[in-house]
């Protein structure tokens, strides 16, 4: 792999990243559970709190990828369901993986991150 044209990233992002992908994924297992019981029911205002605060975790990550544009948070103002919020974490794993596959990978003798220094 030629190693001067591959993209790298910060060291605060790649610890950022391994914090919050575990929680991440746990999220949108956990609706993807509550959505197949009940989608059109309402979140309360804590569970809205405790989505964006890590949706606005993978931002800080992301703000930079093309797909940042695309990724929304809940608007607290609105009505979400648990089917809305399945379909936003689906976008923020994407996005996540998107990340990972970026600025990781071999660089010909192991795997790692790849991070500006």
Known sequence: MNLKHQKQTSSENVELYEIIITLLHAMQSEFHELSKKKPEAVLNKSKMKIVNRLLQSCRKILALEASFDYLDLIDEDDVSQ?????LMLSQYVAAMSQFKSTY???DGKKYRWFIDK
Do not use: A, I, K
Not at 82 to 86: F, M
């Open 82 to 86: 648990n089917s809305d919020v399945v």
């Open 104 to 106: 990781y990978g071999s």
